[in-house]
T-cell receptor, first 111, second 114 residues
Framework: NAGVTQTPKFQVLKTGQSMTLQCAQD?????MYWYRQDPGMGLRLIYY???????DKGEVPNGYNVSRLNKREFSLRLESAAPSQTSVYFC??????????FGSGTRLTVV | QQQVKQSPQSLIVQKGGISIINCAYE??????FPWYQQFPGKGPALLIA?????SEKKEGRFTISFNKSAKQFSLHIMDSQPGDSATYFC?????????????FGTGTRLKVLA
């Protein structure tokens, strides 16, 4: 009964490095989302996938790419990390019933 | 029009007191209003939610009050406890081509003093 699992939990990157944040859900949800959380900014949508095989940009997509690998997995890639991408990243999923289930987050620091 | 404005940014309440967090929206297409609770180091979790055809919804010590004409809704935490200390996010949702779109407020950090 894991729900939404994110890896890694913590990561420090140097400016210009790349990395992929992994997310998997075991609830058979159709929709998956990537958010970033910054102090005073709330949760901002980066990308989402309404169903397997589709992805769409959210509010703050610049500097990120995503892959919906299958129904369970939705990854977020930073091709060339920048200090402005220092944030806490949350993956979430939804069965299409307006309720989001979040993972526990990845705290990313770019130096 | 897509914003959800949340206040206050932070709130300190004595144990047993009432905590009140307010949110306002502009887009009349929003049709579902959930509140999420987030403890440090954890992801947000759904606390309570309301549809706009209802003026109030209560679950235990947590109540949402909804004013459709004013486009405002609020979370009331009665008999606040130290265990309620967390960050609270209001949200509003709408649908586009069958996909739900969530807009979150900026969050309120609540601290309940023992």
């Amino acid at each position: 009964n894991a729900g939404v699992t994110q890896t890694p939990k913590f990561q420090v990157l140097k400016t210009g490095q790349s990395m992929t944040l992994q997310c998997a859900q075991d609830m058979n949800h159709n929709s998956m989302y990537w958010y970033r959380q910054d102090p005073g900014m709330g949760l901002r949508l980066i990308y989402y996938s309404a169903s397997e095989g589709t992805t769409d940009k959210g509010e703050v997509p610049n500097g990120y790419n995503v892959s919906r690998l299958n129904k369970r997995e939705f990854s977020l890639r930073l091709e060339s990390a920048a200090p402005s991408q220092t944030s806490v990243y949350f993956c979430a999923s939804s069965a299409g019933q307006r309720l989001l289930t979040f993972g526990s987050g990845t705290r990313l620091t770019v130096v | 029009q897509q914003q959800v404005k949340q206040s206050p940014q932070s709130l300190i309440v004595q144990k047993g007191g009432i905590s009140i967090i307010n949110c306002a929206y502009e887009n009349t297409a929003f049709d579902y209003f959930p509140w999420y609770q987030q403890f440090p180091g954890k992801g947000p979790a759904l606390l309570i939610a309301i549809r706009p055809d209802v003026s109030e919804k209560k679950e235990g010590r947590f109540t949402i009050s909804f004013n459709k004409s004013a486009k405002q809704f609020s979370l009331h935490i009665m008999d606040s406890q130290p265990g309620d200390s967390a960050t609270y996010f209001c949200a509003a949702t709408t649908t586009t081509s069958g996909t739900y779109k969530y807009i979150f407020g900026t969050g309120t950090r609540l601290k309940v003093l023992a």
